[in-house]
Structure formats: structure tokens, C-alpha cells
């Protein structure tokens, strides 16, 4: 079911939503798609009562067994005494949504009864991440099973209507990956692989980053063609490098959820913290410092996908290096404990997120399994720059060099499994290669590690 508000009566109109309805129904009808016949795609465009909307989620509910999607675009507005999410139809307020909008339960409940095996709810709408975020909690779509959400902002974010562009951000971008599918991913799309490639994509171009809540892993299930797939060539076995990354994108995708929910709840225990027994307070403060670092692993794992998706993609913007690595230090508590050698200023183009991710590794491994003092000196050349972060340590053992840079190599084995995950080296390299960049890691001739970072000055 698709549903599309353009044009409204109280707020600013949006041609680029029938195009995004258009669009959609073209693709999810035809023959490369699903072939979906056209008696099972309900179009509802523009329409003036919300009771006219609900009828029609009603009659899809009833009638879908299979697969139930429901999709709208238009405004999202949010009830000023409730904070729940409403969709705005032509006579839309946003100040008395009550009587003039479609409130979200009224989607809710035709899906909590329905016998499709499988549910889809698309939002590309303002402040649609209300309905899988903590706001939604109890009331949302994410306690039914067989339920997907794909949300087009967060909870409290804008979407975006581009005014010179055919479709808007979100649906734009859906749209494309239906056309043109996700490069080395295979045969078939999953809504996972979807999400992650559009969240990609938006990201870098600066837009609204989408948000997504799967139940019961929907989400991993073969969802549509993928136009990309280009089929082996030879009958060998996939590589033992391909199941693993396989396996890492299945994993982070999997553990996702579960964390959305354990998040929320450590935000709550840290709010209560003074109020708790007293003989409670370590085992929260541990829960919450562990949920954190499950956290960052998680943000880890899903960063390598992206990676071995090839939808790793840079957000660019002029900056100080110098400025970016004080940041770097000052945001982890490490100021004290390095020592920043660096002309002033070097303004260059890159990736500021990124080049916080590379420091951060480069400086957490020197003085986590270096030795003090360490050092980080910044170096101008004429087309690029050079990061050298020397610790005092032993060095790195000979024969581990050439696998510093390996995922989940540890140089020294005795370390606990709880310690690193060995990934951060790696994402580090695979960071500064997307920004045009490289890192080599040597012994210093006297004592400790050596790892040198180069980049060039535009990304």
C-alpha cells in the first residue's frame, strides 16, 4: 500500500512525493522487481480524510498473507500533547492533528493482526523515527514479530525535499538501489544490505540519515533482485575471507537490536545512579561502561561492512589538522599524557570523522600497549602531510610487522580475548585508503613503534 500527501492545505506543498509514489509502483510492479500484480498494489494519493487511509490499511491487512507493506510520504507531524506521530493529510495543522491527520496507531493495529507472514512499514516523512525510537517504546511496530521499519529521520530530525530534484532525499535514494542494485552483494537484496547501503549513501551526501528496527531478523531475508549481481565465473567455494565478512555482516546486523534496547535502558540506570543502593552502584556503572563497549565494537563491525560493500563513502569539509588532533586528545582524556609537535595552522580537505577514527586507534595503541612518553608530530609537505605517532614501548616484534594491519591480528597473544578486538589497525588503514592515504608501522633504531600516516591535502 502506498501512500502519498503532495499537496496541503495549512503546510507547504510536495510535488517530489507522487513521483515518489509513481516511482515506486513502476518498480515493485514490474517484471524485474516482483511483477507484482497491480490488483495488490493499493495507491492512495493525496487523500482528504483520515478515515480513508485507515480503511484502506484495513482492507490490505486482511488481504495480505504473504508480505504487507506500507508505504508514505508527506509531512510528519507530532501531536503537541501526546508526542505521538501523526501523517498529515491535505487538511493537516500542525497545531490540532488530532481530527485532521492519520495517527500512527491507526497503522499499528491492522499489522498486529494481520496473517502476512512478513510486514514492511516505509516512513519518508519528518520525525517518522518516532515509531522504533525510545519515544515509541511499548507503542511501536517493534513489539510485533515479522516487522521491518524503515524511517527516513530520527525521531526528532526533519526529512528532506530537495526543491530541485525528481523524488525526495530518501525515496530518491530507495528508488536508485531498486534500479541499480548494490555492487558485490549477492543475488538477492536484503532490506539489511538495503538499509545499510542507502544509510551509507545519505550520510555522505550530508542528507537525513535513515533509521531502521528489525523483529525476528526480517531483515536478513531475501528481499528483492539485486540489479548488480554479477554471477562467479568459476565453481571454486566462496574464499574463507568472503564467509567472514558474510558472517561479520550478519553478526553487527543481528546484534543491533538488541543493543538498541540495552542502550536505552543503561541511559535510564545512569540517570538514576544517586538514587540506587548504594551496594548496587558498581554492578550498574559496569553494565553501562560494557553496554558502551559492545556499543563501539558493534559501530566497529558494521564500519567493516561498509568497507567490504564498497558504500563506504567520504564527507569532506576543509579543516585544520592540528586543530583535529588537539580535538582527538582532548575528547578521550589523552592531553595529558602526549605530546602534540605540529606547525600551526595546516588547513586541508578531508574527512574529519574519519581522520578521528585513524588518531584515535593510531594513539590509543601506542599508549595502550606502547610506553610513555608518546608522541604525535605533524609534518607539512607540499601535496601532503604526515601524522607520526611514536610511543617509548619495546617496539612491535619482528615477525609481527607484516600482519599489524590484519583484522583481529594481535601481535601479542597472551592478551585477554576482552582486550581490542583487533580490528582498530585495520579500520584505520582501510580509513586513511579511502581518503587517498596510507600507514606504514616500523621500530624506532632506540626503542618503541613508530606509525607513520600519510595523506594528501584534498581526499
Known amino acids: 500500500m502506498l501512500v502519498g500527501s503532495s499537496r496541503f492545505a495549512q503546510l507547504a506543498d510536495l510535488p517530489a512525493v507522487s513521483a515518489n509514489v509513481a516511482a515506486l509502483r513502476d518498480k515493485l510492479t514490474s517484471e524485474e522487481v516482483w511483477g507484482l500484480d497491480t490488483a495488490h498494489c493499493t495507491i492512495v494519493t493525496d487523500p482528504r480524510e483520515p478515515r480513508l487511509v485507515s480503511q484502506a490499511v484495513k482492507r490490505a491487512a486482511q488481504e495480505a498473507t504473504d508480505t504487507l507493506i506500507f508505504y508514505y510520504a508527506g509531512h510528519g507531524l507530532i501531536d503537541p500533547g501526546t508526542g505521538e506521530l501523526y501523517l498529515a493529510l491535505y487538511d493537516s495543522h500542525a ?3 488530532y481530527d485532521s491527520a492519520v495517527p500512527y496507531q491507526w497503522i499499528r493495529r491492522p499489522f498486529e493482526t494481520s496473517r502476512a507472514v512478513r510486514r514492511i512499514v516505509i516512513l519518508d516523512c519528518c520525525y517518522s523515527g518516532r515509531v522504533l525510537g525510545a519515544m515509541s517504546e511499548g507503542l511501536g511496530l517493534a513489539e510485533i514479530d515479522e516487522t521491518y521499519l524503515l524511517a527516513a529521520a530520527a525521531e526528532n530530525a526533519l526529512a528532506l525535499a530537495p526543491p530541485d530534484e525528481l523524488y525526495t532525499a530518501f525515496t530518491g535514494e530507495f528508488v536508485s538501489l531498486l534500479h541499480q542494485g548494490v555492487p558485490e552483494a549477492s543475488e538477492s537484496l536484503t532490506l539489511n544490505e538495503i538499509y545499510e547501503a542507502m544509510r551509507s549513501s545519505l550520510r555522505a551526501a550530508e542528507r537525513p540519515e535513515p533509521q531502521c528496527r528489525d523483529r525476528n531478523s526480517l531483515g536478513t531475508v531475501p528481499f528483492i533482485p539485486n540489479p548488480a549481481y554479477q554471477p562467479r565465473t ?9 564467509v567472514m565478512s558474510r558472517f561479520i555482516a550478519d553478526m553487527s546486523h543481528e546484534l543491533r537490536t538488541p543493543l538498541t534496547a540495552l542502550t536505552a535502558v543503561t541511559e535510564v540506570l545512569e540517570e538514576e545512579t544517586g538514587r540506587l543502593d548504594p551496594t548496587l552502584e558498581p554492578t550498574v556503572r559496569l553494565i553501562i561502561t560494557e553496554t558502551r563497549r559492545l556499543n563501539d565494537l558493534v559501530e566497529t563491525l558494521m564500519e567493516v561492512t561498509r568497507f567490504d560493500a564498497g558504500t563506504a563513502r567520504l564527507v569532506t569539509e576543509e579543516v585544520d589538522v592540528i586543530e583535529q588532533v588537539a580535538a582527538c586528545l582532548d575528547a578521550r582524556g589523552w592531553a595529558a599524557a602526549v605530546t602534540l609537535v605540529a ?5 586541508v580537505r578531508l574527512d574529519p570523522r574519519r581522520l578521528d577514527v585513524i588518531l584515535a586507534n593510531l594513539i590509543g595503541n601506542a599508549l595502550k600497549h606502547g610506553g610513555s612518553p608518546v608522541t604525535v608530530g605533524v609534518l607539512p609537505r607540499p601535496t601532503e602531510f604526515l601524522i607520526e605517532v611514536r610511543d617509548s614501548g619495546s617496539g612491535v616484534p619482528e615477525e609481527a610487522l607484516p600482519h599489524i594491519f590484519d583484522r583481529f591480528f594481535k601481535a601479542d597473544s597472551r592478551r585477554p580475548r576482552s582486550e ?21 608501522a616500523a621500530n624506532q633504531a632506540e626503542s618503541g613503534a613508530i606509525f607513520t600516516l600519510r595523506l594528501p591535502h584534498r581526499a
Open 234 to 242: 568459476d565453481t571454486a567455494l566462496a574464499s574463507p575471507e568472503s
Open 420 to 440: 581490542g578486538s583487533g580490528l582498530g589497525l585495520s579500520l584505520a588503514l582501510e580509513n586513511a585508503h579511502l581518503m587517498g592515504g596510507d600507514i606504514q
Open 343 to 347: 606547525p600551526h595552522p595546516l588547513r
Open 95 to 97: 497545531q490540532e492533528v
